[in-house]
Structure formats: C-alpha cells, structure tokens
C-alpha cells in the first residue's frame, strides 16, 4: 500500500506548437525528417524483454512515395502469439500488485518524452508513413497522445478516489482490480495516438496487453515502443506483434485467459470480432466475460440552417472533410445546405480548395498528402468514376487521382440531387465529400434524413445563428453523433473536453479520453468491514 495519499499532477492539454517559419520545432522536425527518410528501421515483434525478428518480413513506404523504402518489420508466427500472451500472463503477477502510483509514474514519463526529446521523432515517423502534414502530426503524435496519457492518470486517482459511504461500526471501501486475465488491442493507421492509448490505458489500470498495431503504422508503433521502453514500463506488460490478424485474433480469442478487446479500425472487422467472442462464450472457452470496446466506421455529417454565415461552413467543409486526405473517422464526409447559401459556400469552398497544395509532407507548404495505400486509393478511384458518368450526380470539386508515385486523390467535391446516392451513404475514408442541396423550407425534413440515412453515429455538426433552430437540430440528431458540434466542423476532438466515441454502428462509446473509458478496464471489489461483530442471532423483532 502506498505511504501517503497522492496527488498526481494537474492534467493540462499539452500546447499545440506551430511550426511556423523560423521556429525551432520546425527546423527539428525537418531535420528529424530527413534523416529518418534517408534511413531504414528494422521494427522487430516485443515480447517480453526480447526484440525478435523472425525473417518474415515485409517493407515500410511512405505512400506519398511508395518506391521508396525505409524499413522492414517482422511478422509473426503462431508460436509468437502464444508466446506473447503467455509473457503477458507472467508479467501480470508483478504489474498488476504494482503500486498504482509507481504505475502512473511510468506513463507520466512517457508523457514528458514525447513532449520533449521525442517529439521530433514521433511526429516524423508519422508524418512519412502515415503521410501526415506536420500540423496534423502534430495534434495526433505528440498532443494527443500526450493528453491521453497524463489525463488518464488523473482519471484513475479520481476513479480511486470514488468510495462508497460507510455507516456505525462499519468501514465500506471500493478497490478496483484490473481484469482477470489479459487484453487484445488492435489499433488503426490514422492515429499514432489511439495506438499509443488504446494498449497503454488498459495498462495503466494494472492490466496486461498484447498488441496488434495497423501494418501501416508500423513506423511510428516501433517509436511508441521505444518511449513506454525508456519510460521504465516493465518487459512483458505491453507486448507488440504484427503479422496475419486472422491468425493473430483466432489464437488470442482461443485462449481462456483473453479478458478484453480495446478496438478501433472497421465496422465489417468489429462485428466479426464480437460474433466470435459471442460464440466461444457459448462453448465455454472464457474463464470470465470479455469486455469488448470498439470504436469503429461513421459517415459524418454538417448540416447548415439557411441562418448559418457561408464562410463558416465552407471553411469547416474544407477542413472536416480535407485534412489528412479525409482520413478520419470523424471527416466530414456528407453535408446538407440550404439553397439560399449553396452559392456562397460553393464559391468559397471552390477557392479554398483550388489554393491547397499537395505532396509530400516534408514540403510544410502542403495542405494534402497521399491516402495510406493503394486499395483505398482505388477504391476512391472507383467511386470518383462512378460520379462522373452519374445522372444524379456530378464532380464540381477536384475528381483527379494519381498513383504513379504516391497514392495521391484530390480533393473532390460531388454535388448529388439524390440525398441516398452512394456517396452519401457509403463511408469511403478519403478526401471525397459529397454534397447535397436543399429547399430552405425542407429544413424538417432534412434534419430527420440526416439522422436515418446512416447506420452509422460518430460525429456531426450544425450551422446555424438561429438558437431555435440549433436547438431543434441538437433533439432531432440526439442518436446520430456520438460527439456533436455547433458551429464547428465535426472533427478535432480533444482529450478532457470532448470525450470521443460514437454509438449504433460507430462502436460501443466507451469515451476515449474520460474516466468513462478506464472504468472498461477495471472489475471493481467492495470490501465491508464489520469492527465489532454481532454474536447473537435474533434480531429485535424476535423479542416477546
């Protein structure tokens, strides 16, 4: 137990630097850059205190230039799996009696790395294999993850702190163990950050994990690694492996000891996930119930009321549905504009566009970047082709790709007269926005086809300087956006002041970035104490 009652420090978001010219993050980052660019890394399975490579390996490319090479990593085995998760178990016996705050000393550290002598590193890594700008690198690889991990730290002491009453004679106390067991994390290409927090959350709870980064994020997962290693995290607590997720899942759901799945990637993928949990729990593999947290697909919204002022909402299109190529789960991907408007934002959103640069994000002059890879390029490709030759919709924005040296896909703009043509409806995860034109009086019902054209519900925003109609807006879409914005474009979340997750079929909305997320990661134990013990049976009421 530990020798006081510790206040941790204060959580504070973590200041998003510029990188303006002249500044000096910017000339470290560029310098960082080239000569990781100029370099090759060799990402190895961590399984323990081990790094191992097995030989089976494939190349890293940045896809804004996917000739060029600048690493390997190993995939693994069945063995390697097996070996992880049983590292992981024997890990648990030390890491999970470790006083917690030893516990959050550790990932504390791992904060102030990245904040100071890594920051260079990770956003670098992120900016040439995930193809990044800078500023988006920025609010991703360095300040969220940073946020993530000094705010759940605050959020376990005041989860700790949470006690039950206690009354006369009686002392009631609340503990909160970690899960019975270990944890699977899968995370996905387009945050550094969610693959830093959805294994390390687990972990600060006293749990152990086993995780699976995205093929594509191989780069900056081995960055992750190397901080929570210099940080102090002990062998064995966090282990990475990379290779075939079938094979790698099959094994980890197979085990009795799998005690949850912190997620985030595809709906498709989700649901298989959750089918299998569901149908080992029938056949009684589990010593205990799985907790399953997922965050996953949305077909994200911005709906202006006809009061709403032109260059707000093109400039949020223009951001929403543009940086990091749209490949956000939170992009903004359909949009709703009253006729009376459409003109102005059309014209301003045009001009935006037309001004952003593309290419790689060494140039800090490009707004856009390549898409991750060459199936989503072509599956881009596919729809922007489709809107060409439609009758009910047409390309009045961009509509160009081009992969001859990276997977590059303009920024397009579809205008559609059909509020279900597939663009509205489909989630594409590119820089693909399709928009659909209203009569100003149809606003009612515009704002019920909003909430029923999608199965999805992540994020979604409002434009309006009508309060009455904000507020009608912010009833009728209640169900269709995990986190809503008014006058604001619906992605950006920040850890601490919008908890992020959605619901239907965006996943369980379990709030990264709230206590609410850490409390998925504890089995909480009440302990009465009784100080001086009855030693009669009867009761008063038995009295003659």
Not at 242 to 266: C, K, L, Q, R
Request: overall charge negative; glycine content about 8%; proline content about 6%.
């Amino acid at each position: 137990m530990p020798k006081g009652i510790y206040n941790v420090p204060d959580a504070i978001n973590e200041p998003v630097l510029s990188y303006a010219p002249g500044t000096k993050e910017r000339e470290q980052v560029l310098a960082t850059f080239k000569e990781m660019y100029n370099s090759t890394v060799d990402v190895p399975l961590y399984i323990g205190k081990e790094e191992i490579r097995t030989g089976k390996t494939k190349t890293i490319n940045p896809p804004f230039d996917h000739k060029k090479t600048v690493g390997t990593y190993h995939e693994a085995e069945k063995e390697h799996v097996e070996k992880a998760i049983s590292t992981a178990l024997e890990a648990r016996k030390a890491w999970a009696s470790m006083k917690w705050e030893q516990r959050a000393s550790i990932f504390l550290k791992a904060a102030d790395l990245i904040a100071g002598p890594y920051r260079a590193k990770i956003n670098a890594a992120t900016m040439i294999a995930q193809a990044k700008t800078v500023h988006q690198a920025e609010i991703d690889a360095a300040c969220e993850f940073i946020d993530f991990l000094r705010f759940n730290v605050e959020y376990m002491t005041q989860l700790y702190a949470e006690q039950p009453v206690s009354s006369d004679g009686i002392w009631n106390r609340m503990e909160h163990r970690p899960l019975e067991g270990f944890i699977y994390a899968i995370t996905p290409f387009n945050f550094t950050a969610i693959a830093g927090n959805l294994p390390s959350s687990a972990a600060l709870m006293g749990n152990v994990v086993v995780w699976k980064p995205s093929p594509h994020q191989m780069y900056s997962a081995n960055v992750v690694m190397e901080v929570f290693k210099l940080a102090g995290l002990p062998d064995g607590v966090i282990n990475m492996v990379s290779g075939d997720a079938a094979m790698i899942s099959d094994i980890v759901f197979e085990n009795p000891d799998f005690a949850g799945i912190h997620y985030t990637g595809s709906t498709a993928v989700f649901n298989a996930i959750w089918s299998k949990i569901g149908q080992n729990m029938g056949k009684g593999i589990y010593k205990t119930y799985p907790r399953i947290v997922g965050e996953t697909g949305g077909k994200d919204f911005v709906i202006a009321h006809p009061s709403s002022n032109p260059e707000q909402v093109a400039t949020a299109l223009a951001r929403g549905a543009f940086e990091f190529q749209g490949q956000k789960c939170s992009a903004a991907s359909r949009a709703y504009i009253p006729k009376s408007i459409w003109g102005a934002v059309k014209d301003k959103l045009t001009k935006d566009v037309a001004s952003m640069k593309m290419g790689s994000p060494e140039d800090l002059s490009n707004f856009l970047s390549s898409v991750i890879h060459e199936g989503s390029f072509d599956k881009l490709a596919k729809y922007i082709d489709n809107a060409k030759g439609a009758k009910d919709a047409e390309i009045i924005i961009g509509g160009n790709y081009d992969k001859s040296v990276g997977y590059f896909v303009d920024a397009t703009v579809i205008e559609t007269t059909n509020p279900h043509y597939e663009t509205m409806e489909t989630e594409l995860f590119g820089p693909v926005l399709t928009v659909y034109v209203y009569e100003d009086e149809k606003w009612d019902e515009t704002l019920e086809l909003v909430d029923s054209t999608s199965p999805y519900a992540l994020t979604g925003a409002v434009f309006s300087q009508d309060r009455y109609a904000i507020e009608q807006a912010t009833k009728a879409l209640e169900n269709c956006a995990g986190n809503f914005y008014i006058n604001d474009k619906p992605t950006g979340a920040v850890v601490g002041q919008q908890p992020f997750g959605g619901a239907r079929l965006s996943g369980t909305n379990d709030k990264a970035g709230s206590i609410l997320n850490l409390l998925r990661w504890v089995s909480p134990r009440t302990i009465k104490e009784t100080f001086v013990p009855p030693t009669d049976y009867r009761y008063p009421f038995l009295g003659e």
